[in-house]
């Protein structure tokens, strides 16, 4: 746990100013009121400090006048910029915390193998890097301006089928789950440093074959990722792909796939619905190695390229009894 002067320290160099003002400050500064401001912060991930902490900069001002500008805006009411605020907490604390491993993972590999990293090297480490910021925050705004651009396009091509309503957020795609085989066994015996390297190899392995496909990523969950594919043909190359991976390659792990197709709930970047659910329950029925769809995706599926062989029907639990498909290629 950093002490006071380390926390203050590392906070001015990464906020671009000292801590100047207590929350009452920054909330009469911008003119948002105490309760909606509680929100905001809260909404982003943080706890509102007591009233007489000096805790933020000029920055934390200048973001709530931004907020509200927005306000004042037709579009944007209170609820779309708190479940704004509480999406961006959720994603940039992530963000962070991934982009903090990797760069004190490169700090230490700077060190004397003996020599522990302290907060006073942690704290000049930061400062040393401060001209490195403003790249990596034009690449995070690049990054997110072509994601939107994603978002809106998927969003335009939505609406010219009759099988989605992009404004009561609905859309008919493809969920798939990719899970490692026996994640929970093996990882038992791996050391800390070896089972983060393994897991990061599976999500960027599955993430890069998803992206290729022209998918996206919903979510990673250690021993598992939760994808999206808007052709049914592209989500079944990337259960392919990725089941087949450890064929390919000793170091990937053993993986199993469940697919399914139809009307999802699209949330804050999430999905739900029966699906989603489905999808679910057919990796954790999968062999190792194999991808399992649905009816409907077998039913959408061109059969002069893929040949789903049916399965007997079973019970899935909160589904009933589901007729499954393993899928493979059509050969010859």
């Not at 969950?221 to 792909?241: H, K, M, R, S």
């Not at 087949?244 to 999430?270: H, K, S």
């Not at 789903?308 to 899928?327: D, E, F, I, K, T």
Request: charged share 25%; aromatic share 6%; hydrophobic share 45%.
């Amino acid at each position: 746990m950093a002490g006071p002067q380390e926390a203050q320290d590392i906070e001015e160099t990464l906020l671009g100013g000292p801590l100047r003002y207590t929350r009452k400050q920054v909330e009469e500064r911008s003119g948002i009121p105490d309760e909606d401001a509680r929100r905001i912060w809260q909404a982003l991930g943080f706890p509102a400090p007591p009233d007489d902490e000096i805790a933020f900069t000029d920055g934390d001002v200048a973001a709530l006048l931004e907020i509200r500008d927005l306000l004042g805006h037709d579009l944007v009411d209170e609820d779309m910029v708190l479940r704004l605020s509480r999406a961006v907490g959720q994603t940039m604390g992530r963000l962070a915390s991934w982009l903090g491993d990797v760069w004190l993972q490169k700090l230490s590999e700077r060190l004397p193998p003996d020599e522990p990293m302290t907060e006073e090297a942690v704290v000049a480490a930061l400062a040393a890097t401060e001209e490195l910021r403003p790249a990596f925050e034009r690449l995070l705004m690049h990054g997110w301006r072509r994601q939107l651009a994603a978002a809106g396009l998927r969003a335009a091509g939505s609406t010219a089928g009759a099988t989605a309503d992009p404004a009561a957020g609905v859309a008919r795609l493809t969920v798939g789950f990719a899970d490692i085989v026996s994640f929970t066994r093996r990882s038992r015996h791996m050391e800390g440093a070896a089972l983060a390297e393994f897991v990061e190899r599976f999500e960027s392995t599955t993430t890069d074959i998803v992206a290729a496909q022209g998918g996206r990523v919903v979510k990673t969950l250690g021993d598992e990722v939760l994808f999206v594919a808007e052709e049914p043909t592209a989500a079944a190359e990337i259960g392919l792909a990725v089941a087949g991976r450890c064929e390919e390659d000793p170091d990937f792990p053993q993986v199993r796939v469940g697919l399914a197709y139809g009307e999802v709930i699209l949330r804050l970047g999430d999905v739900f619905g029966t699906p989603v659910n489905m999808a679910a329950r057919l990796t954790a029925t999968a062999y190792p190695g194999t991808v399992l769809i649905d009816t409907d995706l077998a039913g959408a599926l061109p059969l002069s390229e893929y040949a789903p062989s049916s399965l007997r029907p079973r019970a899935l639990q909160g589904l009933g009894r589901v007729r499954l498909y393993r899928l493979r290629r059509r050969t010859g």
